[in-house]
């Protein structure tokens, strides 16, 4: 790996590539029509890989905007030093107007009371807040029902003279496997932006698509994509193949070989019951547990190239059976998790399989005690 060496100092690792992050929002930008514009979903620590780091590098790499789905994620930001627009994309309580306004936040809007808070509080501000308004095309989550949009965005224009309206825009319910309800939703949404055309009204940008909709459907650009999960270049559906080519995972998470032992035949390994050596063998205890967000149900990891099965867990390390490893493991030898090492390679993907879960769950559960070490390749 190309990390450099003196920042290596904790044993279970989240290498981040960043040139690999640029590659593919390269590609992204390439599926996008000219002016459309790109707002990059860094919610949820950045889908597991970092918010702020994340953030950063992405106004870097030319990104309009950022969305997240929390005031504090949205804090980070700001506090990281930010400075383009941040996109609120669920709904906030009424106690936390105040901190939206002071972030100036782009907020989503499908209810007159939250406008009515929002404009208040930026009276008292003096400041202009750009909102966009949900609708509600299939989801059935937040939205205004598209009957009611026109009426809705006339009342806010002639009562919240401190609110724009910059965006309207839905949410797809299962772009990937879904087409005929997607197709649904995408006339039901233009059947709504051509009324309100009809009307005169017609906010800047419309939006619907994130990750499977850029994928799926590029006649749904609008004037924005909403990016999530694509960005971060991971296979998120078990059974599909859908990433465009050029589009690869981030992250490398490994952890080292911190004991070898030799185990007889009819011992206990690890923790309870959970497992019996079937024979006498060769066990590598690794750094590296629930704790760090190594699930139990992980089956595989990677030493010397060769992919080994897990015995068992505890929070801060896991058993691995060496016995059949090819070469000689030592003490202090680095184990992947998930990541590519010689030609062998355990995706996000594979290490879901079988449990009810899935990659970008995964990933959120990498606890903050494993050192991320961003970098670029030289
Ligand atoms: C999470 C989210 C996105 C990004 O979704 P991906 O499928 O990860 O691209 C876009 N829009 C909204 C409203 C979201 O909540």
């Known amino acids: 790996m190309r990390v450099m060496k003196d920042s290596l100092k904790e044993v279970v690792r989240l290498d981040i590539n960043l040139s690999q992050l640029q590659r593919n929002v390269d590609k992204v930008f390439k599926l996008l029509k000219p002016g459309v514009q790109f707002m990059a979903v860094v919610k949820g620590d950045a889908y597991g890989h970092g918010l702020a780091p994340i953030g950063i590098a992405l106004e ?27 996109a609120m994309l669920a709904p906030i309580m009424p106690i936390q107007v105040e901190e939206a306004v002071k972030l100036n936040l782009t907020m989503m809007v499908d209810n007159e009371s939250i406008a009515y808070e929002l404009n208040e509080c930026g009276k008292k501000y003096n400041k202009t807040m750009k909102i966009h308004i949900k609708v509600n095309t299939g989801l059935n989550r937040f939205g205004v029902e598209p009957a009611e949009v026109s009426e809705f965005i006339k009342n806010i224009q002639n009562k919240y003279k401190s609110l724009v309206i910059e965006g309207i825009y839905t949410h797809f319910r299962d772009p990937e496997f879904n087409r005929d309800f997607t197709n649904k939703q995408i006339a039901i949404f233009n059947e709504v932006l051509e009324k309100l055309e009809k009307e005169g009204i017609r906010p800047t940008l419309a939006h619907a698509a994130a990750t499977g909709g850029i994928i799926m459907n590029p006649e749904a650009q609008y004037d924005m994509v909403r990016c999530g999960i694509l960005l971060y270049g991971e296979e998120y559906l078990k059974d599909k193949k859908v990433l465009p080519k050029g589009v690869l995972p981030l992250t490398t998470f490994t952890g080292q070989v911190i004991k070898i032992n030799e185990v007889q035949e009819g011992q206990p390994i690890g923790y309870g019951d959970r497992h019996i ?12 547990g629930y704790g760090d967000g190594v699930s139990r149900g992980w089956k595989q990891i990677l030493i010397n190239g060769q992919k080994v099965p897990i015995l068992n867990y505890a929070m801060d390390c896991i058993e691995a059976d060496i016995t059949d490893v090819a070469g000689d493991v030592q003490e202090y030898d680095e184990a992947v998790f998930v990541g590519q090492k010689g030609n062998e390679c355990i995706t996000w993907e594979d290490v879901c399989y079988g449990l009810h879960s899935e990659v970008d769950e995964q990933l959120q559960r990498i606890t903050c005690r494993v ?5 670029y390749e030289e």
Not at 277 to 288: D, E, S, T, Y
Request: charged share 20%.
């Open 60 to 86: 870097g790499f030319g990104c309009h905007s950022l969305g997240v789905v929390r005031i504090s994620e949205a804090t980070a930001l700001r506090s990281a030093g930010i400075k383009i627009p941040i």
């Open 277 to 288: 050596a079937a024979r006498k063998c060769r066990i590598a205890v690794i750094a590296g």
């Open 371 to 375: 050192q991320r070490n961003y970098f």
